[in-house]
């Protein structure tokens, strides 16, 4: 799916959204989105005949959080990039519009202290249940060696 392709999906399904697309190399489409679209940009891809999510990566860049949102569709795959601060690190939660989003959105919220709004789960994936909660600490954020 080429950059204008995306960029006319996602005027006709998000209006008003703010966006920008790249083609990134043959088959890929980067968009860089708000946080407050990701949901519905997830949902308009995913709608998509032959898409599927693939998962979600994090990537600490200091004071910020960048998530990407890999989604396959036939003709390539769309990479959704946000951007969110280390003091908020805040998002909703895709996993009710795409179950397989609910491990990797958990995993990501104990290793990068993410939290996703409306989240189905409660308890700990990866890290012990007594690990400390809400006082900024989480997996990778602390040298533990």
């Not at 006082?135 to 602390?142: L, W």
Request: proline share 4%; net charge negative.
């Amino acid at each position: 799916m080429s950059a204008d392709t995306v960029r006319r999906l996602l005027e006709r399904r998000i209006p008003g959204a703010r966006f920008t697309c790249a083609d990134s190399r043959a088959r890929r489409t980067d968009v860089t989105l708000q946080a407050e679209d990701v949901r519905n940009a997830v949902q308009a891809f995913c709608a998509e005949p032959g898409a599927r999510f693939m998962t979600l990566t994090a990537v600490d860049r200091g004071t910020d959080i960048d998530l990407l949102y890999h989604v396959s569709l036939r003709s390539g795959v769309v990479t959704l990039r946000v951007a969110i601060a280390k003091e908020t690190s805040a998002i909703e939660s895709i996993a009710d519009l795409v179950p397989a989003a609910e491990l990797v959105e958990k995993e990501v919220a104990e290793l990068f202290g993410v939290e996703f709004a409306g989240h189905p789960r409660a308890a700990n994936l990866l890290l012990p249940a007594d690990w400390p909660v809400g006082d900024g600490t989480h997996g990778i954020g602390e040298c533990y060696i």
